[in-house]
């Protein structure tokens, strides 16, 4: 079964920091790129950051920018998410997610998903 | 970064009823579109990929139509399990993959 679990999400302070952790299984890990997507309280979905299947390629949002690393171990089938400088606004459910690409004319979409970790920012 | 519009933001259906979920892309996407379903409290799951390609698993009564800046998720004859919220997302050429903000579909 193809499954991704998410774990480290908790408690911290403004300011504070944060490693999130996705054990991917049932697939091999190392030939897909991965996201990390979150969710705040009562609100939609936001992409947060992607990294190629070799690490060579990573992209972020504009509000993770700097703060936010994301990096992959393929001998662990793990992905991660540091994250530093945290603010109150990054409170949110945070999923991994497996992107697969298809085709001669590639398509791509997520899939499957993480069950989510909550990462809450409070003092 | 392309901006994708779902609408309605919510709906209110009966069982039984066909439903129609609308998402606007702000630019030409191609058929760079994916559907998703949530349910409160759990991850999204993957409906329709391609635009209009169901995903394996996924009841009939669920498809997907369009190209290019328009596209639309329907539901044929809407059942108990269907009430959700969906989200639309694309995913043309790089990051970022953007999502609509949603449609919650809710009980008549």
């Known amino acids: 079964e193809v499954q991704l679990v998410e774990s480290g999400g908790g408690l911290v302070q403004p300011g504070g920091s944060l490693r999130l952790s996705c054990a991917a299984s049932?697939?091999?890990?190392?030939?897909?790129?991965m996201n990390w997507v979150r969710q705040a309280p009562g609100k939609g979905l936001e992409w947060v950051s992607y990294?190629?299947?070799?690490?060579?390629?990573?992209y972020y949002a504009d509000s993770v920018k700097g703060r936010f690393t994301i990096s992959r171990d393929n001998a662990k089938n793990s992905l991660y998410l540091q994250m530093n400088s945290l603010r109150a606004e990054d409170t949110a459910v945070y999923y991994c997610?497996?992107?697969?690409?298809?085709?001669?004319?590639?398509?791509?979409?997520?899939?499957?998903w993480g069950q989510g970790t909550l990462v809450t920012v409070s003092s | 970064d392309i901006q994708l519009t779902q609408s309605p933001s919510f709906l209110s259906a009966s069982v039984g009823d066909r439903v129609t979920i609308t998402c606007r892309a702000s630019?030409?996407?191609?058929?760079?579109l994916a559907w998703y379903q949530q349910k409160p409290g759990k991850a999204p799951k993957l409906l329709i990929y391609?635009?209009?390609t169901l995903q394996s698993g996924v009841p009939s009564r669920f498809s997907g139509s369009g190209s290019g800046t328009e596209f639309t998720l329907t539901i044929s004859s809407l059942q108990p399990e269907d009430f959700a919220t969906y989200y639309c997302?694309?995913?043309?050429?790089?990051?970022?993959?953007?999502f609509g903000q949603g449609t919650k579909v809710e009980i008549k």
């Open positions: 997610a497996r992107e697969v690409r298809r085709g001669i004319v590639v398509r791509k979409w997520f899939d499957p």
């Open positions: 630019q030409g996407i191609s058929s760079y």
């Open positions: 049932g697939f091999t890990f190392s030939s897909y790129s």
């Open positions: 391609a635009a209009s």
């Open positions: 997302q694309q995913l043309n050429s790089y990051p970022p993959w953007t």
């Open positions: 990294i190629s299947s070799s690490s060579s390629t990573i």
